[in-house]
């Protein structure tokens, strides 16, 4: 049974690998701020990243055979605030699972995940090869802790391996993120919450956007499969502008919404076009997206609008509470 450790599962992404990895037989740890003790089968760490005993700890004591590195702030205004923070838990807390690593007596391999925006701007597909230009604290922090495989370099067991992930959603992602800030926002409108107007920065800019469910299957491949100190696009390969995924929520939606732009949604030098190639990661791993992205839409839609519901049920109970409480106040 291989042994799976995950920095930062308690995440939108860690909650999809989670499931997977003990669907495929996997023994799996997570270390997190705050645990969650729900998920059954788990051993739970609760842990600062920028802990370097308490990391080197838990990885002492689960002794796994993989580790997934997902903890990270990915904010990017949260990282031109917190500029500090933001190399803390990225850079610092990437050194400390890789050294906790290096420090066990078997070979262990790391899938440290980076992101997309490490990349310079480019009009055509980015390969990783492809040059790399930071232009923001969240992305430079992260192709710092790129380089931190170096500490494996005088070590003969185990390495990293990173997955460069472009945009992914899924069920269960916040609204910091496009695409469920628009599914949560149509789910509002269908509810009659809201007026029919979607409120979005930039439109026109062009994306890559893969499901988070064939993501964490691109992560557990590259920790099988993938080369020590080689880097990895995870994505889709085709660019889908915000604009063309509006009207497909309109279209599961039935619902033709008015556009209303938010300058704070904005980002001042924001790239007009992003797309990986996944060539290298298909050649290595035999992994390519199997999930269509009208079907992704349609199942965050459907989060959403359970949410949505649950939330108006509550929100009744409550009303009606409050009600019946006052009436008795009257009664006395």
């Known amino acids: ?16 690998l989670v499931p997977f990895l003990q669907q495929r037989g996997s023994q799996v740890a997570v270390l997190a701020q705050a645990c969650c003790v729900d998920v059954a089968n ?31 702030i990915s904010a990017v205004d949260f990282s031109w605030n917190n500029p500090r923070l933001t190399y803390e838990v990225n850079v610092f807390g990437t050194l400390n699972v890789i050294q906790a690593a290096i420090n066990l007596p078997t070979p262990v391999r790391i899938l440290n995940v980076s992101t997309a925006q490490v990349y310079a701007p480019s009009s055509l597909a980015l390969t990783e090869t492809s040059s790399l230009n930071p232009e923001n604290p969240y992305a430079a922090s992260k192709a710092m802790a790129e380089f931190l495989r170096v500490q494996f370099r005088k070590s003969s067991k185990g390495g990293v391996i990173t997955a460069r992930s472009f945009n992914h959603t899924g069920p269960g992602q916040s609204t910091d993120f496009v695409l469920s800030s628009m599914a949560k926002q149509f789910a509002e409108i269908e509810a009659g919450l809201r007026d029919p107007k979607l409120v979005m920065g930039n439109i026109h800019v062009k994306r890559d956007f893969t499901d988070v469910r064939d993501v ?34 309109e279209s599961l ?13 904005q980002r001042i030098g924001e790239n007009d076009f992003v797309c990986g190639s996944l060539e290298k990661i298909k050649a290595t791993t035999g992994w390519e997206p199997k999930i269509p992205l009208r079907s992704t839409l349609h199942d965050v839609l459907s989060y959403w609008r359970t949410v949505v519901r649950e939330n108006n049920a509550r929100s009744a109970c409550r009303e009606s509470d409050e009600s019946v409480h006052a009436f008795h106040l009257q009664a006395k």
């Not at 042994?3 to 909650?15: E, H, P, S, Y």
């Not at 939606?253 to 949604?265: F, K, Y």
């Open 1 to 16: 049974m291989n042994r799976a450790l995950i920095t930062g599962g308690t995440g939108f992404v860690g909650k999809h």
């Open 216 to 249: 964490v299957e691109a992560y557990a491949l590259l920790l099988e499969k993938g080369e020590v100190n080689e880097s990895y696009n995870v994505c889709s390969g085709r660019a889908r502008s915000i604009e063309e995924l509006i009207r497909e929520f």
């Open 42 to 72: 788990v051993n739970w760490y609760e842990a600062d990243i920028r802990d370097e005993q308490a990391v080197r700890s838990a990885v002492r004591d689960f002794k796994p055979a993989h580790i997934y590195h997902l903890a990270a």
């Open 253 to 265: 939606t039935g619902i033709q919404v008015e556009i209303q732009t938010d300058p704070n949604r």
